[in-house]
C-alpha cells in the first residue's frame, strides 16, 4: 500500500523546555541541522508521488524553521493536505506568513491555569497561545486546541474543553506514550477523558485508548504499520527507520527517496513492521493513528468514527 503520511522533522531546536518531551534537549539530537531548499523540494514532490497525502512540518517547533511558510505553500501546490503544531511562541509573529498554507493547524495547550501550563512547557507560553487563538481567528485560520493528556494534567479536560468552546474551536486530546521516561496513561486517566467524547469540541480516539488497555501493540498480531504507512525525514536529510522514536536506521537519501523507500533495506523493515522486539507494548500515535487505516478492524471503525465525528463538529457544527 502507498504511504499516508510524511512527518519532516524540520528542526530539533525547540525553544521550549516540556517535560514530557526531550527532543529540545541539545545532547541527545544535532540542533543545528535544517533541510535546504533543494532537499525539501525533491523530498515534498517524491513523496506526493509515492501517494503520501498528509505531510506534518514537525519538529522541535516547526516555526523555527525559517522556510516553513515556503514549504507549506510547496506542499499545497503539490496537493498535500498539511499539519503544524506549534507551542505558539513564534505564532504571532509569522502568522500571516503562515496563514492559509496549514490545513490543521495545532496549538499546544496543557493546563488552563498559566502557572500549571508554563511549568509544564518549561518556559511561560500560556498568554501567547491565548493570544495566537484571537491572531488566528482573525485571520480566517481554524486552529485546533491540542493538550497532551499525561497522570498529572488528565483532569484538565473540563477546562481546556470549556476554553474550547468559548473560542468555538477543537480540543484534539492526545494521551501521552511511553517513550522517554514517560510512563504513559492508564484506565483511571482513560475514563476520565472519555467522559467528555460525545462533547462537540472534543476529540477524543477511542482506538487510542482500546490500544492502551490491550497492551499496546504486540509483536505476534501487530497493529503497527509504522514503515508502510509513514515517512518520516530527519532534518539532515535522512530517512529514519523504523520511526523517530524507535529509529534504527538513518538512510542517507541524497534526492532519492523513491529509490530508497523502494530498497531491500526499507522492504525488510516492511515485513518487520510492529515485530520487533522493541515494538511490544508500543502506542505511540504518531504512527498507530495511520497504521489504523491499515487492516480492516474494531481499530479502523474506532478511528474512522472519532474522525468523522471531528469533522462534523469542525466543519459543519462549528463553522
Not at 503544524?84 to 513564534?90: K, P
Not at 493547524?105 to 501567547?128: M, N, W, Y
Not at 491540542?146 to 480540543?171: G, H, K, R, V
Not at 533495506?265 to 495511520?290: F, H, S, W
Request: charge should be neutral.
Amino acid at each position: 500500500m502507498k504511504p499516508l503520511l510524511l512527518h519532516y522533522y524540520v528542526t530539533y531546536r525547540c525553544n521550549a523546555r516540556c517535560s514530557f518531551c526531550t527532543i529540545w534537549d541539545p545532547a541527545k539530537w544535532d540542533h543545528c541541522a535544517t533541510p535546504s531548499w533543494d532537499q525539501m523540494t525533491s523530498n515534498l514532490t517524491a513523496a506526493r508521488k509515492l501517494g503520501t497525502r498528509f505531510v506534518d512540518f514537525t519538529g522541535g517547533e516547526p516555526l523555527l524553521y525559517h522556510d516553513l511558510p515556503r514549504a507549506l505553500r510547496l506542499a499545497k501546490v503539490l496537493g498535500f493536505r498539511t499539519s503544524v503544531t506549534t507551542n505558539c511562541l513564534l505564532y504571532p509573529a509569522r502568522a500571516k506568513d503562515l496563514a492559509g498554507q496549514v490545513d490543521l493547524l495545532h496549538f499546544s495547550l496543557d493546563a488552563a491555569e498559566k502557572e500549571t501550563h508554563d511549568r509544564i512547557r518549561g518556559v511561560p507560553c500560556f498568554d501567547r497561545v491565548m493570544e495566537s487563538l484571537d491572531i488566528a481567528r482573525a485571520l480566517g485560520e481554524h486552529p485546533d486546541i491540542l493538550f497532551t493528556a499525561t497522570e498529572e494534567t488528565f483532569e484538565q479536560i473540563a477546562p481546556l474543553a470549556a476554553i474550547a468552546q468559548a473560542y468555538n474551536t477543537m480540543l484534539i486530546v492526545n494521551p501521552e506514550f511511553a517513550w522517554a521516561g514517560n510512563k504513559g496513561v492508564g484506565e483511571r486517566e482513560l475514563a476520565c477523558l472519555e467522559r467528555f467524547a460525545r462533547e462537540r469540541n472534543v476529540y477524543v480516539n477511542r482506538a487510542f485508548h482500546r490500544l492502551i488497555r490491550a497492551g499496546g501493540n504486540q509483536r505476534a498480531h501487530p497493529v503497527c504499520h509504522a514503515v508502510e504507512a509513514v515517512i518520516v525525514i530527519s532534518p539532515d536529510d535522512h530517512l529514519l527507520l523504523p520511526c523517530f522514536h524507535r529509529q534504527r536506521e538513518r538512510i542517507p537519501m541524497d534526492g532519492q527517496l523513491e529509490k530508497v523507500r523502494a530498497s531491500s533495506l526499507v522492504k525488510a523493515y516492511e515485513r518487520e513492521d510492529g515485530r520487533q522486539v522493541y515494538c511490544q507494548g508500543c502506542t505511540i500515535n504518531c504512527y498507530m493513528d495511520p497504521s489504523f487505516q491499515y487492516a480492516c478492524n474494531v481499530y479502523l471503525f474506532l478511528s474512522l468514527a472519532a474522525k468523522a465525528k471531528y469533522a462534523w463538529s469542525k466543519y459543519v457544527l462549528l463553522a
